[in-house]
């Protein structure tokens, strides 16, 4: 079992421990059945590895871990509202099984519990703890809210695209590790490198996670292929071509975010994507964001070796294929 | 000036200051909307009063009256959702003003914010804050699914109808005395002590409102008397009517539940409300919460001349009409 595992293992034994199915089971069931589904537990593990790696005992980073695992979650229960998205990680949304007003309030309590399981660290702990995790929630927040003006919006700069992403996904990465450095009494410096680290790592999955939507494999990514190309999502490489197109490449483009016809708008689209090279252009700028969690990383003042394991973690996440 | 205006007004400064439409405008819109609606901002009232009551100055407890005023409405702004109502203080709900994308959004932004806000007391008191606001709020939301439960549920006894109301209205009444007893620096006995007292003021508040609804005088009222009557509310006066109904009473009551004739359905109800004198019940049950408050106000360990504005304000919230 290598470090990821037993993070991985200690994580859900806490969880399968703590998250149960109180009354009124109405509002507990959807609780337990978005927790229990087979996500990434990233956050959490991020957490648990950010602690030890200052020399603490991991598990007493376990409610932090739920904390964020549980925040994170309430997060995807309102965006798939926001989003009407029918399908989570296989399953149907808490919206499409359980009713809107079901999702909103469970939703709601999952940042409840969240909060609470940071009351369960030690007080000398708490200010910083919670105050780190609302400005980074505040910050996912905003996330949202710009991703959802992209879509009214013809243009979107890549600073603006950056802005959004380092907002909506990769604050609560960087927040993670950084909550973990705390625990494990981590000094001031050393517990902010940790967060821009998570961010820099953050901003490079989340160009990962544009990629794979469009080039990754059907049956290895667990969802259609081409989805976000088909709903005009302003992703990396479509906000990367409208910067580069010509007049023609552009109106061709045009052309296709208003096509029906959903194979071949995703051939077209992608013709587009090859003749523009966008898919160099993201891969060149994930490494330069690898690049730069690897500064981060190489400034944080511990031995060389007790690194090894975030750097593998961290590096796993930006050649995989789901 | 007397002591709720000063305090009022004190806390309205803090919140111009505070709530302030930040960037995007998408997001913090709704949220200043809401804020700024004229309420009647008991909940902040009472934290500044919780914290003066043990010999502190107010206006070190704004942050928390703040938060609790915010965490308040967030509740608001996802109940509205939840209830489908289009109008809220006079004026449009959020959902339905700005769609429910935003209700949805901001509301959990407000929560955010809230405990945020929290992050601004002194590092020693946080702790308890914390936990504090976490517990109620959570109670809150269980009071939210049970109200939503009694919808669909055709008998309610009078235990589980106030076992509702204590979470839905009564523990963020307590919640907001006991943290601003907690900034007070008063002792766990005392603090316990207002939580008890503003839940037992909190219960009479919510029995007083079903009142009014039914009793109250439409001009003064500020809405159209009968409103709980029409939807086929659990109030008091239903659930108790319900409970002390003769067979041919029963038929008669669920006859009117079914009825599409709002006047008529007003006055049939109201009909045998009085015949089973269910409003003197609720007069009584009123006396009986105020009774009690009175004697957790009594055990507190401060001057008694020192409790009379608290006992002041509590009261005239149950000679209200509106």
Redesign the interface.
């Known amino acids: 079992m290598n470090d990821f595992q037993k993070h991985l293992s200690l994580f859900n034994e806490f969880l399968s421990k703590n998250v149960t199915n109180n009354q009124?089971i109405?509002?507990y069931e959807p609780v337990s059945y978005t927790m229990n589904q087979k996500g990434k537990r990233l956050r959490p593990i991020l957490v648990l590895i950010g602690c030890e790696l200052f020399g603490a005992d991991p598990a007493s980073a376990l409610p932090t871990a739920l904390s964020i695992e549980l925040m994170h979650n309430?997060t995807l229960v309102?965006d798939d509202?926001?989003d009407e998205a029918a399908i989570r990680r296989g399953q149907a949304t808490v919206h499409k099984k359980y009713g809107?007003?079901s999702a909103?309030?469970s939703?709601?309590?999952m940042?409840?519990?969240s909060?609470?399981e940071?009351?369960n660290q030690e007080?000398r702990h708490?200010?910083a703890l919670?105050?780190l995790?609302?400005?980074s929630?505040?910050e996912v927040?905003?996330g949202?809210?710009?991703d959802?003006?992209f879509e009214d919006k013809a243009k979107i700069t890549i600073a603006e695209y950056l802005d959004m992403i380092e907002k909506k996904t990769a604050a609560l990465l960087g927040c993670s590790l950084q909550l973990g450095a705390i625990i494990g009494d981590a000094d001031a410096n050393d517990a902010a490198l940790m967060n821009r680290f998570g961010r820099n790592i953050g901003k490079a999955f989340q160009i990962q996670d544009d990629l794979l939507d469009t080039y990754g494999e059907e049956a290895v990514f667990g969802k259609k292929i081409g989805g976000d190309i088909v709903q005009n999502k302003k992703t990396f490489l479509l906000v990367k071509a409208l910067e580069k197109a010509n007049a023609t490449q552009t109106k061709e483009i045009n052309k296709w975010l208003k096509s029906k016809d959903e194979t071949a708008k995703i051939n077209g689209i992608k013709t587009i994507f090859d003749d523009l090279k966008v898919r160099e252009e993201a891969e060149k700028l994930m490494e330069v964001y690898q690049d730069k969690s690897l500064i981060n990383l190489n400034l944080i003042d511990v031995e060389r070796d007790q690194k090894a394991p975030l750097k593998e973690l961290a590096y796993s996440l930006l050649v995989r294929q789901t």
């Open positions: 009124p109405e509002l309430s309102h509202i926001m809107l007003n909103v309030l939703g709601d309590l940042i409840f519990k909060y609470n940071l009351t007080p708490q200010p919670f105050s995790l609302s400005d929630i505040i927040c905003i949202q809210q710009l959802m003006n």
